[in-house]
Every structure is written in C-alpha cells, then in structure tokens.
C-alpha cells in the first residue's frame, strides 16, 4: 500500500515523530540512568556522562526496606483486580452486545456516569464505612474498589468488541447443539481473544498505576508500590532518599515497558478488530 504522506513532507514528519519519542520517552531515560548513580553525581552540572555506576540505591529498596513485599502487595491486587474484571466484563459485554432492548443502552450510560466521577469524591464515602466494618487495609477491599472504578470501562470496550462478532456465529453454533454456555465459550471467546488480551491490558495498568485509592484504603505492610514509592518521593529526610524513590519508580516502571513489548502484537490486532465492523 503506497504511503499517503507526500514525500516533500516525510523529512518533517519524521523528524516531529523522532522528536516527540524523544520527549516522551526522556524523563524515564534520565531517571533510569541517574537510578544508578551516586547522589552527587546524579544531579551534578554538567552531567557526567561516565560517572560510576552503583547498585545501592535498588539493594536498600528492595531488601533493606523490603519493597519486595509492596512488589506482592501489588501482584496480588492487580491480578484479582483483572481476574474479576475480565470475568464479569465478558459474560456482561457478550450479554449487552446480543441483547436489543432499551434497557442495556441505560444500564451502559449509568456504568458510564460511574466511571466518570473522580476517585477521591468516593473515598469520601468508601473509608469510613470499610473502616467502622473493620475491613478496610485488606486485599479482597482494594479489589473490590478497583473493580467497582474499572469495571465500567472494562464493559463499554469488551462489548465494543462482542459486538463486532457476527450473531450468524452464535446461530451456527446453537443449531450445531451447543446451548449458550457452550456457545460463549467454545465458539465465541476464542475469537474475542485480541479484544480480551487488549481490555486485561489496559485494565491491569488501571489497577498497577492506581494511587490515590491504594495510599488510602491500605497501609503498612499491605501498601501497593505505588503507595510506597510517595514515602521516598515526599521525603524531605535527604537526598539519598530521593534516590532510592528514583530506584523504586525505575522497578515500577520496567515491568510495564517489559510487558507493552510483550503485547503490543495483540494489542494492535485487538484495538483494529475493535474499530472495524466484523
């Protein structure tokens, strides 16, 4: 397919994109390189390009401060998190996606008003109760929360997908013998795979990258990195601190690229079965 930029244009284009993956992608390339520098010379003027590299600051967080048990803290809660989600998403956007009435249209625009009211207006309501049912600073509360915030969004994507499955699919299937049960999962899920793989995605980093509800409903040795890393970040103790908060961020932040590598072949073919009418 011949390109429809014009060539007098590619040199520029080229040199916007270039540009712009530099600026977006510099503030975690500084962060990762002063991650293994000595304070002094992290923020020396002018940098030193080949100052000596340490491992310190990753040795204090992870098994001096232990930040292995925030790194647990945080598997356990993402991955219940998406399991729940991507449960209850699937069998609620295939329902809505086949199902013709008024009623799906309200209940998506009311899952819709949800998701747009700002996290910390709930919190306003969420701790007092969790905390006088003596339930709050526990995993199972913090996945609820989540999948309370994200499920709503988890529904509109996954029935954008659903919808885009012919019906003559579910008709074949159900003439062939199967009932529904048999139908969602042996016919119509194991094509819902790249919208499934895309909607966990996103949905993962929803409950990974939350803050504002994870620093405020768990505490000690239950807190998310993403909780932890603020004692670093908002210390004033010194600059060490600082660095080993920017050691920290780099661990938060490295699995995310590691993993938008990994997917990003799915999340392509997920996001185009989702744009195009099947």
């Known amino acids: 397919m011949a390109s429809m930029i014009p060539k007098q244009l590619k040199p520029v284009t080229n040199s916007f994109l270039g540009l712009w993956i530099f600026l977006a992608a510099f503030p975690f390339l500084w962060m990762f390189l002063i991650s293994f520098r000595a304070p002094v010379d992290a923020f020396s003027f002018p940098p030193k390009l080949f100052a000596p590299i340490t491992f310190e600051h990753f040795y204090t967080v992870w098994v001096v401060d232990g930040f292995w048990k925030q790194a647990l803290n945080t598997t356990i809660v993402t991955l219940g998190t998406l399991t729940v989600s991507l449960t209850i998403g699937c069998l609620a956007g295939y329902a809505l996606s086949r199902y013709r ?39 199972e509360t913090l ?5 309370a915030i994200n499920q709503p969004y988890t529904i509109w994507m996954l029935r954008s997908f659903f919808t885009n499955i012919p019906e003559e699919l579910d008709q074949a299937a159900l003439v062939d013998g199967c009932n529904r049960i048999q139908t969602f999962v042996k016919v119509i899920m194991p094509v819902m795979w790249p919208g499934v793989i895309t909607t966990g995605l996103f949905s993962f980093l929803l409950a990974y990258n939350d803050f504002i509800i994870s620093s405020q409903l768990m505490s000690g040795d239950h807190m998310t990195m993403t ?10 103790d010194s600059l060490a601190k600082l660095m080993h908060g920017v050691a920290g961020a780099v661990s938060i932040t490295l699995p995310l690229v590691v993993l938008i590598l990994f997917f990003q072949r799915y999340i392509v073919a997920g996001l185009t079965g989702g744009a195009v009418k099947g």
């Open 101 to 139: 009435g008024n009623l799906g249209f309200y209940l998506l625009i009311a899952a819709l008003v949800f998701r747009a009211i700002p996290h910390s207006v709930m919190l306003v309501a969420y701790k007092p109760a969790f905390w006088s049912m003596g339930i709050w600073n526990r995993y």
């Open 143 to 147: 996945i609820i929360v989540l999948v």
């Open 227 to 236: 909780a932890a890393l603020s004692n670093y970040i908002f210390s004033d």
